[in-house]
C-alpha cells in the first residue's frame, strides 16, 4: 500500500464504534483519534447527552419542512444567535460547510448588489461550484471549469495586498482565521483586523469561514473572538451537530435584510437541530475552549520540546488552540500511516508535508503526552 493510497482512499482500518477519544475497530484495535475525522467531533465520540437528544428527538419528530416553527430548530437558531459574536444574530441553517459559503457568498452579493470577491491564495472554503470558486488549489478547481468569476486571490497575511484589492466592487473578502487544508497557517490579529477595516470602509461584507477554526477548537468559541473582530458573516458545520450534516451562516443585519431568496429542504432538519443544540450546550457548558487553549498550548510547547530534544525532521509546529500542524522534513502520509498502523494514532495530512492534528476538544493532557511518544517514535 502506497502512502497516497493510505490517506486519500479507503484505509486499512475497519472501524466499529467511538466513544470519546478512542475509535475501535472490527478487530478491537482501539485507536486515539487526533483527527477528529476533520473536527467533526468536538466534544468526543458519541458523546451520552448528543445521543440522548438524538434519540428523543427520532422517536418525535424526524422531519418536517422549515417553514413550520419546531421548538428544535428555534432553540438552535436561539442558542446560535446567543453565542455568535457580535450582532450576528440572524441564523440561515444548511447541510454542509461548503454550503454555508455558498450562502454567504449569495447573501454578500445580493446585500452588496456587487459581485466581486477576495479571498486568499491557499484557501479552501469547499468544493460546490460557488465554493469552488474562491477554493485554491489547481487540483481541485482545474477538472470543473470555468468556474464562476470575479474572484481575486491575494497572499495570506499581507495586510497591504488585502487592503489594495478591495474596492466600491467588493462584495465580500473570504477569510479563514487560521487557513486549514492550506498547511494550517494562523492569521495575525492586525492582519484580521486589517480586512475589517477595509472592508468596512468598502461598504463590502467581511466573512469568515469559522468551519474548521470554530466550536472552541482556537482557545475561543469562535477564532475571531481572539482577534477582536466581529465579520458581518461566520460560517459554522463540521462537528457543530456531533458529526451529523450541518452548516450555518450567521448574518449581521443588514445581510440578512438584503439576502433575497434562499432556500434547502433538509437545512434545520429536527433530528440534526437536537443534536447540534445539545453539542452546542455541551462546548459552552463543559467550558471547551477553555480546555483547547490549555491543552493546545501544552500539546504544542511538548511537541516543540521532543523536536528540539531528539533531533526530529520537523520544519516547523505552528497551530492555534488545537489546531495544530506539524511540518515535517519528509512527507506527511508515510509519518500518518505509520502513526496508525504502529501507533494506532489517527491523524491528518494538510498538503504533502503537513501532519494536522484536530482532536476532540476535551482532549486531555494525557493524550497530548500519547502523541507526542507516538510522533517520537515514528519520526525518531
Ligand atoms: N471551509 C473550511 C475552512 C473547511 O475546512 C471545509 C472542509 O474541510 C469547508 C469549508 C467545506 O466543508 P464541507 O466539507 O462540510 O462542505
Known sequence: MSDEEFVFSEKPLALASGEGLTLTGEDGTEYLDFGASYACTPLGHCPPAVVTAIQEQAGELLYVQGSYPVAVRTAL???????????LSKVWLCNSGTEANEAALKFARSATGRSKVVVAKRAFHGRTLGSLSLTWKDAYRDPFGPLPGDVEFVPYGDAEALTAAVDGETAAVFLEPVQGEGGVHPASDAYLQTAREATEEAGAALVLDEIQTGLGRTGTLWACEGAGVVPDILTTAKGLASG??????????WIAEGAGNHGSTFAGNPLVAAAADATLAGLVSQEVPANAAAVGEYLQSGLREAVAEHDLPVREVRGSGLMIGIEVKRGANRVLRDLALQQQILALPAGRSVVRLLPPLIAETEHADAVIDGLVEVLG
Open 77 to 87: 437558531r436561539e442558542r446560535l444567535a446567543t453565542v455568535a459574536p457580535g450582532d
Open 244 to 253: 451529523l450534516p450541518i452548516g450555518a451562516t450567521l448574518c449581521a443585519d
